[in-house]
């Protein structure tokens, strides 16, 4: 039979290995989860640098519900802001009334930089826009500054052409983005090895 005092000291020891590896544990589930939670900020932070396509990052409505000649037209163009790459034109046709969307219309769109330089055309369709009322065109403006963006409709009724002033700002390259990344990937691996070799020892001890 042993010694009571040796048995409480022995319960003392195991006790207190218990709470360090269970605190340490604990430190490391709540370290990672910070980390864990900043990933998540990060890339929802550059989720809008990374989005792609047409439509992402909302629309700026350019021409109202104006009439065009025998047309009430609505004119968007997306995203918001517009950087160098793809900008879409989202036109809607009414007829004079502007009651009735016209869905055979022959819609184009031209965009040149105010600046001088090539200028960029495009057809707007039913198949881009994603539905038989709407019509939408992408074209790729590849230049920062002004661009002068012309809307021309033509349909049984007639014809029409509206223009307005569009700004292209520069955005963040892929290979800007993916170097930011890159180191911060790095961090989070490099902590969570840490932790996972530091839990590891502690269970053993």
């Known amino acids: 039979m042993g010694s009571p005092i040796i048995d409480k000291c022995t319960a003392a020891i195991v006790r207190n290995a218990y709470c360090v590896k269970e605190g340490t544990t604990h430190y490391a589930l709540r370290t990672s989860s910070g980390i864990l939670i900043i990933a998540l900020l990060f890339l929802l932070l550059i989720q809008p640098l990374l989005a792609s396509g047409p439509g992402t990052g909302g629309s700026k409505i350019r021409i109202d519900n104006e009439p065009a000649g025998p047309f009430v037209l609505l004119v968007a163009t997306s995203p918001l802001p517009i950087t160098v790459g793809q900008m879409s034109v989202w036109v809607r046709v009414m007829d004079t009334n502007g ?20 200028l960029v055309t495009g057809a707007a369709t039913h198949q881009n826009a994603g539905n038989e009322i709407d019509y939408v065109a992408h074209l790729d403006v590849e230049r920062t500054g002004d661009w002068n963006v012309k809307v021309m409709i033509e349909d049984d009724l007639g014809q029409a052409e509206v223009a307005f002033t569009e700004t292209v700002a520069g955005g963040l390259s892929a290979g800007l983005i993916v170097g930011l990344a890159v180191p911060f990937v790095f961090l989070l691996i490099v902590v969570g090895v840490y932790l996972w070799r530091r839990s590891a020892s502690a269970g053993t001890t």
């Open 99 to 118: 009651e009735n969307a016209l869905r055979d219309a022959v819609v184009k769109i031209e965009a040149t930089p105010a600046g001088g330089g090539d």
